[in-house]
Structure formats: C-alpha cells, structure tokens
Nanobody
Framework: QVQLVESGGGLVQPGGSLRLSCAASGSIYGIYAMGWYRQAPGKQRELVAVITSGGSANYADSVKGRFTVSRDNTKNTMYLQMNGLNPEDTAVYYC???????????????WGQGTQVTVSS
C-alpha cells in the first residue's frame, strides 16, 4: 500500500508564503516524476509544477518566479515553496507521483488527499 500525504496548507495573507510537503510512504521501489496540482472551486484541476527524479522542474506560467518545487529522494518527499501568494492561488493542492512499488511491477500513478491553501486578507 502506498500513501501520499500532503501537509503545510493553511490561511495566509496576500504576499505571504507557505511551504507544502508531500511524503510518500509504503512499499516503494522507486519514485519517478512528482508533481503538484491544484483545484480551485468551480475549476478544473491544473498542473502547478512537476519535478523529475533528477531534479529538473517545470512550472505553470502563473506561478513561475514565485513557486519553487524540490524533492528529497532520501526521504521520498517533495516540497513546494510558495512565495508572493495572491488570492488566485487559493485552491486545494494535490500531490501526484509516478512510482514503482517493487522491482517487478510496472509504474503506477498516485494522488494525495489534498491540502487547502487559502490566500485572503
């Protein structure tokens, strides 16, 4: 059984910062691409940032220069440092990962349960 657990969400004022974490646990042989997605009320889920196992990252245009994704492969954990937050960043943020549970299994895609980020004064 594999779990992705997000943490670090909350309420922050415009211009503030938050750091999200996503920890993968369970039977894990290898984790490949990981990503952060978000879904605002009434909108479709959208990609925020993605990072490869080697650390190469890509970002949505709306967060470039403000958000930074990183990962610690020794801890099976991914982070999202969010600076310069504005009300349009308000959403539930989800962690996603492509991972392999054992050497003999194919890769599967997993989602976390989400963490709420609210940007409001």
């Amino acid at each position: 059984q594999v779990q992705l657990v997000e943490s670090g969400g909350g309420l922050v004022q415009p211009g503030g910062s938050l750091r999200l974490s996503c920890a993968a646990s369970g039977s894990i042989y290898g984790i490949y691409a990981m990503g952060w997605y978000r879904q605002a009320p009434g909108k479709q889920r959208e990609l925020v940032a993605v990072i490869t196992s080697g650390g190469s990252a890509n970002y949505a245009d709306s967060v470039k220069g403000r958000f930074t994704v990183s990962r610690d492969n020794t801890k099976n954990t991914m982070y999202l440092q969010m600076n310069g937050l504005n009300p349009e960043d308000t959403a539930v943020y989800y962690c996603n990962a492509d991972l392999q549970q054992t050497r003999y299994r194919t890769r599967d895609n997993y989602w976390g349960q989400g963490t709420q980020v609210t940007v409001s004064s």
